[in-house]
Each structure stands twice: as structure tokens, then as C-alpha cells.
């Protein structure tokens, strides 16, 4: 089920740039997107909460001049470009950059229907919601990050339990000075009790904290 955020205060902000200043671009990257048509009124769906804004100073907020919201999913990425979990293992191959973050709980007490999952049984289970997230900044002549998506990956959206990762694109102006980021975010999930009342303490898909995104930089 698509859970729907507003960016109030990111909204604000932008409203305030001139039309030839903002640009929002949308492209089908195997995955799925969500287009942002009216930067007066944002709306992102799909389970992507407010980060971008942490990632931006409150001075900066007016200087965003275009994003676009990428909903990669796992089973997208070509499966001789996946990595491991294991850092160390993902470190023999070539990459430009690795990533990681602190989960930040986002929902609390969050009913889910768990089933295939190993070693939960299947049926209704409250849980509270983590927010993994962090920010690459790409140097100036380049285009894009290409995220090599690991065995295990948080979730796109946890409702679903979809894995993959949400990459945000978002390029600033300040001071006649471009600068182009990419905000990462996934979503892991605590099974808190189940529908007995029994506690659980599972994490899903794995701690956050210990999932890493290797990434390349696109020229």
C-alpha cells in the first residue's frame, strides 16, 4: 500500500524559485518512478519520507533548483553487478565510493502481514519502521551514481517488503555555484509482537546498519 508524504517544508522553498530555475525530471529506470509536477504542492509516494530535507541546511532550502525521485528495485540490477553484504568482500571490487547509515525510526507500532519469510511464522505482526539513509556528492563532470545493489537490500517500500534502494537526485545553485547530490535512503522494519502479544524483536530484512551500497560514479 502507497503511503503518501508531504514535503511542506520543502515545498515552501521551492515555491519560491523562478520557473526557469526548477526543472523536475522523471525517467523509467527499470524500477519505477513517481514524477513531481507541481512545485507549489510536492507529494512523493511510495513510502518516501522527508529525508531529503535533513540532508539540506534550512539557507540552502531555496536553492534547489531540480530533483527526481528513483524507486530502484533489486530484482532490476543485473545479478553479475550484485555485491555481498560483507564489506570486506564487496571491497575486492572496484568501486568509487561505499555507503552506509544509521537507522532512524520513522513509524511506530505499524500492523504488516509477514509470510516467506524464514523462521517468522506467517500472519500479522506490529512493527516499528527504520529510515537508513545518507548523501553522495558527485564531482562537477559527473552525471549520475550506479548503485551496486547488495544480496540483502532494505526495503523501497516496507509495506510490500520490496528491496532495493530510493535514490533521490537533487542539484543545487547557490552563488552562481552548481552542485549535484544523490540522497540514498531504504526502509527496514522490527517486528515488535505479533498478534498474541508476544514479543518478537526480529529485524527485517537485516539491520540497516550493516547494509552497505557500493556505487559508482555515471560520466
Known sequence: MKKIF???LLSVALYSCSNDDFDVTSNNTGSYMETIESKSNLVLENGLDNSLTDSLKLDDMD???SFKVEY???SSIN???KSHNNISRAARYSYDGIVN???KKTLSNQKVLINGVTGVATGVY???VYTTSGQIELPSNAKDVEFDLPDVC???DWSSREEGVIKTSYQTKK???KKKYIKWSFYTIVLVYNAAGAQMWKVLPMDGAKIYLPYNFVY
Open 6 to 8: 508531504f514535503l511542506s
Open 63 to 65: 536553492s534547489v533548483t
Open 72 to 74: 530502484i528495485k533489486k
Open 79 to 81: 545479478q553479475n553487478y
Open 101 to 103: 547509515g544509521t537507522p
Open 126 to 128: 506490529f512493527a516499528d
Open 154 to 156: 532494505g526495503y523501497i
Open 175 to 177: 552563488n552562481g555555484v
